[in-house]
């Protein structure tokens, strides 16, 4: 007997979640209605060749010749941290890379000016946090050593700055100790310093530039299970006094989400958790208004999601594709005010996947675990 695509979808996502983990039901049921939607410019998502090695957490940056580096990760196999490879979009296929020097996931990986990248930090197995970073240079397909941060740190956030240095704030390091503190690294110097350090410690945050060259760091939590405390404060870093101060707050405590600035010039922040991590992820957003220095309701997704840091797009023509988190992307349009579910059968992975523009306007996602499976080396194109 064949089943109409609607019961064939619910019942694949009833079998992934384990036949009852709470919040699936409205998954399916928001599935089911978001596919009723029509929205003709949500684009198209489609699988495409599959990577090498599965993986999550791991990293996926654009190189200057619109290729694009894919590091690292945790594999199927637990605490073993994958390789590199290269997506070439020209042959639409994973190549491979040279290797990293020490293999790493939950890192974080930053394209300097001179089009290098940096990786920095993450864990290299269970328990072993990295200070070291390295440095692949596309040209030769090499990596380098570079100096070592001031800390160890797993789950903190980078960004480049407007002057070339990256800001590196944040994470989980040795004991386990979770950070308050940041540095800088120079890559004229290649080496890291201290700046100044945030109001409270933070893990698996969001950090933005804003179009002023501060930053925006929002959310995150402290302490694990029974010691987790989350928070909803906001702080901005000023590159040029080298210290963070309080914004104004969130108005859901979040960790495990993103936040991507809009052509306007605000922040949106999607998605994330409360204390009970998938079972009590948010579909909301929220704006962040630097000019206020405040906080606003977004609306909200059609797909709760969480675990995907870094995910979210800004398009060619000022949408923003969120990519991650759930199985299936979602467009936010800031005109409309208002996401579309992405259409189509493709159904990703979603948790820790890596996301990267092309030079074509189309988006690359790779990884990540989730629908009941762990780390994948499926991959998919999101074509506008």
């Not at 296929?93 to 020097?101: D, E, I, K, N, V």
């Not at 300097?112 to 269970?126: E, F, H, S």
């Not at 579909?283 to 405040?294: I, K, L, M, N």
């Not at 349009?333 to 493709?346: K, S, T, Y």
Request: aromatic share 8%.
């Amino acid at each position: 007997m064949e089943y109409p695509a609607a019961w064939r979808r619910r019942l694949l996502l009833f079998l992934a979640c384990g036949g009852g983990v709470v919040g699936c039901g409205e998954q399916a049921d928001a599935l089911e209605k978001a596919d009723t939607i029509p929205d003709t410019r949500a684009g198209a998502l489609v699988p495409v060749s599959t990577m090498a090695s599965s993986r999550a957490a791991h990293s996926a940056t654009t190189l200057p010749d619109g290729r694009v580096l894919v590091a690292g990760g945790f594999t199927m196999r637990e605490y073993e941290a994958a390789g590199t490879e290269i997506y070439d979009p020209s042959q639409g296929t994973f190549g491979p890379a040279a290797p990293m020097r020490t293999p790493r996931y939950g890192h974080t990986a930053t394209l300097l000016p001179d089009g290098k990248v940096l990786l920095a930090g993450g864990w290299a197995g269970r328990g072993e946090y990295l200070a070291s970073a390295e440095l692949y240079d596309p040209a030769t397909d090499t990596f380098a050593p570079t100096g070592a941060m001031t800390a160890a740190r797993a789950g903190h956030v980078a960004l480049a700055l407007r002057d070339g240095r990256v800001l590196l704030a944040g994470g989980v390091g040795t004991g386990p100790s979770f950070l308050s503190s940041a540095e800088l690294y120079d890559p004229a110097t290649g080496s890291f310093s201290p700046t100044g350090s945030m109001s409270v410690s933070r893990e698996n945050h969001a950090a933005v530039r804003l179009a002023d060259g501060r930053v925006l760091v929002a959310g995150g939590h402290t302490g694990r299970r029974a010691d987790l405390s989350l928070h909803g404060s906001a702080e901005i870093y000023d590159p040029a006094a080298g210290t963070f101060s309080p914004t104004g707050a969130m108005g859901v405590r979040r960790h495990k989400h993103d936040a991507v600035l809009l052509p306007d010039g605000r922040v949106l922040v999607t998605g994330g958790s409360d204390e009970r991590d998938g079972d009590g992820a948010y579909a909301s957003a929220e704006f962040y208004d630097p000019d206020a220095g405040t906080f606003g309701p977004a609306g909200a997704m059609h797909l709760r999601r969480y675990k995907h840091h870094g995910t979210s797009v800004v398009l060619a023509d000022g949408r923003v594709l969120v990519a991650g988190g759930a199985a299936r992307a979602e467009v936010y349009d800031p005109e409309a005010g208002a996401f579309a579910i992405v259409p189509g059968e493709a159904r990703m992975a979603g948790l820790y996947s890596a996301v990267a523009p092309l030079p074509d306007g189309r988006v690359l996602a790779t990884g990540g675990y989730g629908e009941g499976q762990g780390p994948q080396t499926g991959a998919w194109l999101y074509r506008p």
